[in-house]
């Protein structure tokens, strides 16, 4: 079944036909639900549309956990308004995916067997509230770094769901990031929760990424039809250069004893994560991968009552305005 719906595959398509796709691709020309397109395309387009909405919800979990303990009021309700918009977004990518033929229903169904996977950094547990910090700093940095030029993609309900969520994205980033910056300048006890938060997600977030070009099975295809714009080492140098003066600004060590900047490629060198440990966590053996689905398991049993009264409802409405004619 997922096989079927999402994995890509030796497309049997019309070499005309797929040539005249590619020069549309090419051309910047925007896809639409209804033109034709390739399936391989298709399919890939389900799994990271698919992919990126399960993030956006399962992302929810570990900054939710935070929302009853937020250290002030404004604090909370930022907080609160970011995870409330991480539901948004996660609605816009499954309509978006919706349009492509799949329904919310068979991806979330794919999400808890184990099929469809989300967001590696998600696996991980959010210990101390500076982790709310670095997560918005971090974990919404990578995101925007990999989501703005996905506002290019050629797929247009994609690119155009990505507008809204980069915008939204960029307030989490700063809400997070302000969050580190008191911290960072507060008591040497915050300062050093602040720290400790940026040495546990630091390497996650750089696996956010997705593994090494090398090691990307996907990335050629996806960028040649502009699913994909850029590589997955590209966009993590992108995100180092830009987030080492952030670090230094709040006083704050990057975990990391290699990381030098290069007079010659002018971009830092790094070390780079631990590939085992990204092949483990999306593998389903990451320390909170259980619990995560578990948790969205039972709110998807919770949530089967509102499910079968809404189609009642639109089954009796329909039947009658039917009877009504
Ligand atoms: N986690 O060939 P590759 C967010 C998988 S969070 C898990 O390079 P691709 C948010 C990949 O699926 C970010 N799995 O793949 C922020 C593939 O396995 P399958 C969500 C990963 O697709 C704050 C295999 O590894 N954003 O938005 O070309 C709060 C080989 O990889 C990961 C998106 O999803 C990973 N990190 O490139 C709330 C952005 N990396 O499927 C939410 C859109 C790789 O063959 N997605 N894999 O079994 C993308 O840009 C791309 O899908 C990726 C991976 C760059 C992530």
Same mark, same amino acid.
């Given at each position: 079944m997922y096989a079927?719906?999402?994995?890509?595959?030796?497309?049997?398509?019309?070499?005309?036909?797929?040539?005249?796709?590619?020069?549309?691709?090419?051309?910047?020309?925007?896809?639409?639900?209804?033109d034709w397109m390739p399936e391989g395309y298709r399919k890939t387009l389900i799994r990271q549309i698919g992919q990126h909405a399960h993030?956006?919800?399962?992302g929810q979990l570990p900054e939710g956990n935070w929302i009853t303990r937020a250290p002030t009021l404004e604090r909370k309700a930022n907080l609160l308004a970011k995870v409330q918009d991480e539901a948004g977004h996660g609605l816009y990518l499954y309509c978006a995916a919706e349009t492509l033929g799949v329904s919310r229903d068979e991806l979330t169904e794919m999400l808890l067997n184990?099929?469809?996977?989300?967001?590696?950094?998600?696996n991980y547990p959010t210990l101390t509230w500076a982790d709310m910090g670095a997560v918005g700093w971090?974990?919404?940095?990578?995101?925007?770094?990999?989501?703005?030029?996905?506002?290019?993609?050629?797929?247009?309900?994609?690119?155009r769901a990505m507008v809204r969520v980069c915008k939204e994205e960029s307030f989490h980033?700063?809400?997070?990031?302000h969050v580190m910056m008191a911290m960072a300048n507060g008591t040497a006890d915050q300062k050093r929760m602040a720290q400790d938060a940026l040495n546990r997600f630091w390497f996650p977030a750089l696996m956010m990424f997705g593994p090494s070009d090398?090691?990307?099975v996907h990335s050629s295809q996806s960028m040649a039809w502009k699913i994909k714009m850029n590589?997955?080492?590209?966009?993590?140098?992108? +995100?180092? @250069?830009?987030?080492?003066?952030?670090?230094?600004?709040?006083?704050?060590? /990057?975990?990391?004893?290699?990381?030098? %900047?290069?007079?010659?490629?002018?971009?830092?060198?790094?070390?780079?994560?631990?590939?085992?440990? +990204?092949? @483990?966590?999306?593998?389903?053996?990451?320390?909170?991968?259980?619990?995560? /689905?578990?948790?969205?398991?039972?709110? %998807?049993?919770?949530?089967?009552?509102?499910?079968?009264?809404?189609?009642?409802?639109?089954?009796?409405?329909?039947?009658?305005?039917?009877?009504?004619?």
């Open positions: 079927q719906m999402v994995k890509s595959e030796a497309t049997k398509d019309d070499p005309e036909q797929l040539a005249a796709f590619q020069a549309r691709v090419d051309a910047d020309e925007k896809i639409e639900p209804k993030s956006e919800i399962v184990g099929q469809m996977k989300y967001s590696s950094i998600f971090l974990v919404d940095g990578a995101a925007i770094m990999n989501q703005v030029p996905l506002q290019r993609t050629s797929y247009g309900p994609y690119a980033q700063r809400q997070g990031f090398k090691d990307s590589t997955n080492d590209e966009l993590r140098q992108k +995100f180092v @250069d830009e987030t080492v003066p952030q670090a230094e600004y709040l006083g704050l060590t /990057i975990p990391d004893e290699k990381l030098t %900047w290069n007079e010659d490629t002018k971009e830092y060198d790094f070390t780079e994560p631990n590939w085992d440990e +990204f092949f @483990d966590v999306i593998s389903g053996n990451g320390p909170c991968n259980v619990d995560r /689905i578990n948790m969205r398991q039972k709110a %998807w049993d919770d949530g089967a009552w509102v499910r079968e009264a809404m189609i009642e409802h639109a089954e009796k409405k329909a039947a009658r305005k039917l009877a009504a004619e």
